[in-house]
């Protein structure tokens, strides 16, 4: 099994940036794509942005392709998502994601492994 655990939520202005972590734990895998997804208030959950194993390949939505960034540290079993010129549509629960498999994907059934969540909220 694979622990997944958010953190970096909070509270921000329009415009500002956050940067959340995920740290795994557990029977982990450098080789494994990981995954950020949110679910706003009465939405379903979309996905955010993915990375591959190595860090080599990155895929985001429109929705904030150029204001978001993903990354990773496999030496510290730890996914980053730096959030910039956030919005208040921005504002959702931010969810963690680890698939057994290396490539990156964008649906929620091609991951096996799932954080508690951290809350976002952008309001002025």
């Known amino acids: 099994q694979v622990q997944l655990v958010e953190s970096g939520g909070g509270l921000v202005q329009p415009g500002d940036s956050l940067r959340l972590s995920c740290a795994a734990s557990g029977r982990t895998s450098s080789s494994a794509a990981m995954g950020w997804f949110r679910q706003a208030p009465g939405k379903e959950r979309e996905f955010v942005a993915s990375?591959?194993?190595?860090?080599?390949?990155?895929y985001y939505p429109d929705s904030v392709k150029g204001r978001y960034t993903i990354s990773r540290d496999n030496a510290k079993n730890t996914v980053y998502l730096q959030m910039n010129s956030l919005k208040p549509e921005d504002t959702a629960v931010y969810y963690c994601?680890?698939?057994?498999?290396?490539?990156?994907?964008?649906?929620?059934?091609?991951?096996?492994?799932w954080g508690q969540g951290t809350q976002v909220t952008v309001s002025s």
């Open positions: 994601a680890a698939r057994r498999g290396s490539p990156i994907a964008t649906m929620q059934a091609q991951y096996n492994y």
């Open positions: 990375i591959s194993w190595d860090g080599g390949n990155t």
